[in-house]
Structure formats: structure tokens, C-alpha cells
């Protein structure tokens, strides 16, 4: 799972990069410069948390557990955000966080011991 999580990381860097760049994907609607600027940001640290926490899902740490489904629930909001406002794709973005939050929240002793119980 760590490792699909370093993939979602670092295709999140992608995209926002190729936003930043102009060579993002075409948009269903018209958004304005902050908006753009907002999908930039978040992507950057959707990215880099996500690559951080697969980590510590890598490494088996409670703080990677935690991480990642905090993370997992931010994305979500974030992709149903995206969907509605800028691009009705973006509702694909939900897949890997869904998957990490039913894999891990299945496997919470694993990571957390006696605590997850």
C-alpha cells in the first residue's frame, strides 16, 4: 500500500506542475487565476504529505497511519471539491483515498497495537 501511495504522491507533483506550466488538462468550466492557484497549492501539498506518510505507512508508524487517513479524508474533500467547481474528472481522484481508508482502517492493529482495538 506504501508504495501506491508514493504513486499518488508523486502524480500529484506531476499535475502540479503541468498546471503550473500551463499544459494541465483542458477544464470542463472557466475558472478564475485564484482558483487555479488554489488547485496548484493543493496538489503540491496533497502531494508531498502523501509521499511523507507513505513513509510512515512503509515504516509501519502509528503516525503514518493517522497521516495518511487524515490525508485520505482531506483529498476526498478536496477531489468532490474539484469535481464540482473545476473539473467533473477530478471525481476520480477519490479512488486511491477510498482504497487507502478501507485498507487501513481494516488493518488498524497493524499499525496501532493494542490502541486500535
Do not use: N
Not at 27 to 45: A, C, Y
Not at 49 to 54: R, V
Not at 67 to 88: E, N, R
Request: glycine share 12%; aromatic share 14%.
Amino acid at each position: 500500500m506504501a508504495w501506491l501511495g508514493l504513486f499518488q504522491g508523486f502524480l500529484r507533483l506531476v499535475l502540479a506542475f503541468s498546471v503550473a506550466s500551463g499544459f494541465g488538462p483542458g477544464l470542463d468550466r472557466p475558472v478564475s487565476s485564484g482558483t487555479m492557484d488554489l488547485v496548484l497549492i493543493m496538489f503540491l501539498v496533497i502531494g508531498v504529505l502523501g509521499i511523507i506518510t507513505s513513509m510512515g505507512i512503509w515504516m509501519m508508524r502509528a503516525w503514518g497511519f493517522w497521516g495518511t487517513m487524515l490525508l485520505s479524508a482531506g483529498t476526498i474533500a478536496f477531489d468532490i471539491w474539484a469535481a464540482v467547481t473545476v473539473q467533473s474528472t477530478a471525481i476520480l481522484g477519490l479512488v486511491l483515498p477510498v482504497l487507502f481508508i478501507s485498507y487501513l482502517f481494516a488493518r488498524r492493529e497493524k499499525f496501532l497495537g493494542r490502541e486500535g482495538k
